[in-house]
Structure formats: structure tokens, C-alpha cells
């Protein structure tokens, strides 16, 4: 099983970046999609869901409005679309695959927002 995000790094305030996880190693069109992230110091927290069909999503309030979670079953792949980034989305970001109690994790992409 491998989860790989790429896209990270640094952004200002109010710039845009486009997070992509690219799933192996397991059927990625049974498993529901999630983005997490971690800032220092902090504990990780659910930043966005996909349901394995694409059909519904959730977002933290934080990022409501802000943030978009897409997924491409043919290509195995979760794209999370970031704008109107502040200095408070700073933090590690982490794919991950959950399917009932099982999770795969991504190694995570590290997002910067500042001046």
C-alpha cells in the first residue's frame, strides 16, 4: 500500500496551492478519501473527506468555502485545492485511506503560508 502527496510548499497569504495523493497497493474506489493535517504543536485534524463514490464531502469549518477535495477513481488519485490560504493552514497534510476501521496514511507534504 503506498499513499503520495506532493504539491506542498510555500505559499503567501491568500495564494492557492493543489495538494495530490496518488493511491497503490489497494482497491482506492471502496476506500473513502481524507486529507488531514498536523501545524506544530497541535494535534492532526480532519481537513477534508470524500466518500468512496465522490458523491458527498466534508470539510472542517476552517477550511469551508476554501478548500476542495476531489477524487479521480480511474487514476487513483485525491487532489485537495487550496485558496485564500492564511498563515493558519500551516502544517503537515496527509492523505489518507479509510475503509470501516482500516486506515493507510501518506508520509505527508509540508504547506507554509507566509509573508
Known amino acids: 500500500v503506498q499513499l503520495v502527496e506532493s504539491g506542498g510548499g510555500l505559499v503567501q497569504p491568500g495564494g492557492s496551492l493543489r495538494l495530490s495523493c496518488a493511491a497503490s497497493?489497494?482497491?482506492?474506489?471502496?476506500?473513502?478519501m481524507n486529507w488531514y493535517r498536523q501545524a506544530p504543536g497541535k494535534e492532526r485534524e480532519l481537513v477534508a473527506r470524500i466518500t468512496s463514490g465522490g458523491r458527498s464531502t466534508t470539510y472542517a469549518d476552517s477550511v469551508k468555502g476554501r478548500f476542495t477535495i476531489s477524487r479521480d477513481n480511474a487514476k487513483n488519485t485525491v487532489v485537495l485545492e487550496m485558496n485564500s490560504l492564511k498563515p493558519e493552514d500551516t502544517a503537515v497534510y496527509y492523505c489518507a485511506a479509510r475503509r470501516f476501521g482500516t486506515y493507510y496514511w501518506g508520509q505527508g507534504t509540508l504547506v507554509t503560508v507566509s509573508s
Open positions: 497497493g489497494f482497491t482506492f474506489s471502496l476506500y473513502d
